[in-house]
């Protein structure tokens, strides 16, 4: 049986790296690729891949958000996450939106399609020092409070978050202003930057 998969990395070094490491596996092709959650989206839909191997941190929509549109939709495409975040945090966020795999950038390519074939196969495969970790510290943050603080992290003014997540003003500062208290800091950029740092965002 060849697992069909999508493979989706802003990066298109590591993209065309990683597609034709996984091709020299004798059960594994790649059927499509993406530069971004759009795109990523838009392949799961029309190839119907068995596997989806996505990084987290990619433009339009994250992994984690594919993979939780995925589930979502009720699509058979299963998700495995393949990142450079070796945070509980990023881990504890994955498997919520229904990811089946996490796995780091680092590991060894026969680790990889190893784990590729066990999420096929309707089982998981998770880092095991991160699966160690990953319910040690709760994330505190709602999904809203993730979206505006993310967006604060990047410089955008109140207005202009609020215009990108269909919110009024003082919404917006709500959000800011809950968030920055449960983070115990005195401003959004501390609040983004600790949040960042434990792989809230």
């Given at each position: 049986m060849t697992i069909r998969l999508v493979l989706a990395e802003d990066q298109r070094m590591v993209?065309?790296?990683?597609g034709a490491l996984l091709e020299m596996e004798e059960d594994l092709t790649v059927a499509g690729t993406a530069t971004d959650g759009h795109e990523a989206m838009r392949m799961v839909e029309s190839l119907a891949p068995d596997v989806?191997?996505?990084?987290?941190?990619?433009?339009?929509?994250?992994?984690?958000?594919?993979?939780?549109?995925?589930?979502r939709r009720g699509l058979p495409t299963r998700v495995v996450i393949l990142t450079t975040f070796a945070r509980s945090g990023y881990l504890r966020r994955a498997l919520d939106a229904g990811a089946a795999g996490y796995l780091l950038k680092d590991a060894p390519?026969?680790?990889?399609?190893?784990?590729i074939r066990s999420v096929h196969a309707g089982g998981r495969a998770i880092d095991p020092q991160l699966a160690a970790d990953a319910w040690s510290e709760a994330d505190p943050l709602t999904d809203r409070e993730r979206q505006v603080l993310r967006l604060a992290g990047?410089?955008?003014?109140?207005?202009?978050?609020a215009a990108r997540?269909?919110?009024?003003?003082?919404?917006?500062?709500?959000?800011?202003?809950?968030?920055?208290?449960?983070?115990?800091?005195?401003?959004?950029?501390?609040a983004a930057r600790i949040a960042r740092e434990r792989g809230w965002l």
């Open positions: 993209l065309g790296a990683l989806l191997l996505t990084d987290i941190e990619m433009p339009a929509m994250t992994g984690i958000e594919v993979a939780s549109e995925i589930r390519s026969a680790t990889l399609a190893a784990a990047e410089g955008l003014a109140n207005t202009e978050i997540l269909h919110l009024s003003d003082g919404t917006v500062r709500n959000y800011l202003s809950v968030a920055i208290g449960k983070l115990g800091v005195t401003n959004r950029t501390a």
